[in-house]
C-alpha cells in the first residue's frame, strides 16, 4: 500500500495567521489516465471528514479560497491563509491513485 | 442535497455479526459506488472497500477480505456492511461514502463498539 506521510501532527496557529501542511507518498500519485489523486480533507470534532481539496488544487464546492493545494508526484502541500476559528480541527491526505485508498495520519491545527 | 444516513450505534460482543446501514437522497443512488472507511484512534483512518451499487460488484482492501462483506440494495437506495467475527479491534466509527476515487460525501458515521 502507498504510506502517506504527513507533518507536522501538532500545528499551533494563531487566527489570521498562515499555515501550511505537507504531505508525502512512498510513490508517484500520476495515474496512468494524466491525474493525481491527492485530496485534502478537515474533519471537526465530532463531524465527518470534509472535501476542502480535490486532486491537488481544486477546491470543492463552498471552500473559501483561503485554502489552497499545491505539489505534484510525490510532494503536496496544503496552504491556509487568514486562519479563522472554523478552520481548526484535523487535517488529512488522501491518495486515491493506487488501490487501496490510504490517508495521510493527520494534522492537528488548533490554537497558540 | 446529497445525504448518506448511516444506521445507529452497535455494541456487539466478540465473535457476533453486525450489519451497518447506509441510505443515499439526493442523487441517482446508482451512479456512484459507495466506499466505506474505518476510524480508530490508534489506526487513524482505513479504506475498507467498495461496492458498485449498479452491478453490486465489488473490491476490498486486503486486510479487510472476510471480515467485511458489502451489499446493495437499489430499491430502497442503501448500502449495507456486514462485519463477522468481531474482536476487540473492530471497535471503531465506521463511515460510508460516494465514491471510490474521492469522496466528496460521507454519512455520519456508525459507532460498532465490541465488548463482552
Known amino acids: 500500500d502507498v504510506l502517506m506521510t504527513q507533518t507536522p501532527v501538532s500545528l499551533p496557529v494563531s487566527l489570521g495567521g498562515q499555515v501550511s501542511i505537507s504531505c508525502r507518498s512512498s510513490?508517484?500519485?500520476?495515474?496512468?489516465?494524466?491525474?493525481?489523486?491527492l485530496h485534502w480533507y478537515l474533519q471537526k470534532p465530532g463531524q465527518s471528514p470534509q472535501l476542502l481539496i480535490y486532486r491537488v488544487s481544486n477546491r470543492f464546492s463552498g471552500v473559501p479560497d483561503r485554502f489552497s493545494g499545491s505539489g505534484s508526484g510525490t510532494d503536496f502541500t496544503l496552504k491556509i491563509s487568514r486562519v479563522e476559528p472554523e478552520d481548526l480541527g484535523v487535517y488529512y491526505c488522501?491518495?486515491?491513485?493506487?488501490?487501496?485508498?490510504?490517508f495521510g495520519g493527520g494534522t492537528k491545527l488548533e490554537l497558540k | 442535497q446529497v445525504q448518506l444516513q448511516q444506521s445507529g450505534a452497535e455494541l456487539a460482543k466478540p465473535g457476533s455479526s453486525v450489519k451497518i446501514s447506509c441510505k443515499a437522497s439526493?442523487?441517482?443512488?446508482?451512479?456512484?459506488?459507495i466506499s466505506w472507511i474505518k476510524q480508530t484512534t490508534g489506526q487513524g483512518l482505513e479504506y475498507i472497500g467498495y461496492i458498485n451499487t449498479g452491478s453490486g460488484g465489488t473490491y476490498y482492501n486486503e486486510k479487510f477480505k472476510g471480515k467485511a462483506t458489502l451489499t446493495v440494495d437499489k430499491s430502497s437506495s442503501t448500502a449495507f456492511m456486514q462485519l463477522s467475527s468481531l474482536t476487540p479491534e473492530d471497535t471503531a466509527v465506521y463511515y460510508c461514502a460516494r465514491g471510490q476515487r474521492g469522496f466528496a460525501y460521507w454519512g455520519q458515521g456508525t459507532l460498532v463498539t465490541v465488548s463482552s
Open positions: 488522501l491518495q486515491s491513485t493506487h488501490f487501496p485508498p490510504t
Open positions: 439526493g442523487y441517482t443512488f446508482t451512479s456512484y459506488d
Open positions: 510513490q508517484s500519485l500520476v495515474h496512468s489516465d494524466g491525474n493525481t489523486y
